[in-house]
């Protein structure tokens, strides 16, 4: 993966970003220079949470990779550098992928 995707730069992250076939995968990496256990699992969880309201595009395998200061940062900080770094990396999901369900359709079952 480091050696064949493209590595995108900033602050607090490392994205690299490769096409795959197949749905989208995601790795979170935080080393231990980034902190204890604790910090690091925090750091992990707001990476994590982050990602998850992101549309990724399918076809594709997305390393991201925490620097130290990242511990340090507050979660709107963090946010917008992922975001950017995404953005800049193309990860984004296409408009024309769709989110997979059907218009107005929004994943919860149960009727009136």
């Known amino acids: 993966m480091y050696d064949e995707g493209r590595r995108h730069v900033a602050d607090l992250f490392v994205l ?3 096409p ?6 995601v790795g979170i990496s935080v080393g231990r220079r980034v902190g204890t256990a604790v910090v ?3 750091v992990r ?3 994590r949470e982050i990602l998850r309201h992101i549309p990724l595009g399918r076809c594709q ?10 511990a340090r940062a507050d979660f709107a900080a963090l946010r917008s550098q992922l975001e950017a770094l995404v953005r800049e990396s193309g990860a984004l999901r296409a ?3 769709g989110r997979g ?4 359709d929004d994943g919860r079952s149960g009727g009136s």
């Open 40 to 42: 690091r699992n925090r």
């Open 61 to 70: 395998e997305v390393v991201v990779v925490v620097r130290p200061q990242a």
């Open 95 to 97: 408009p024309s992928e």
């Open 20 to 25: 795959l076939p197949g749905p989208a995968r």
């Open 101 to 104: 369900r059907a218009e107005g």
């Open 16 to 18: 690299y970003r490769r």
């Open 45 to 47: 969880r707001r990476v």
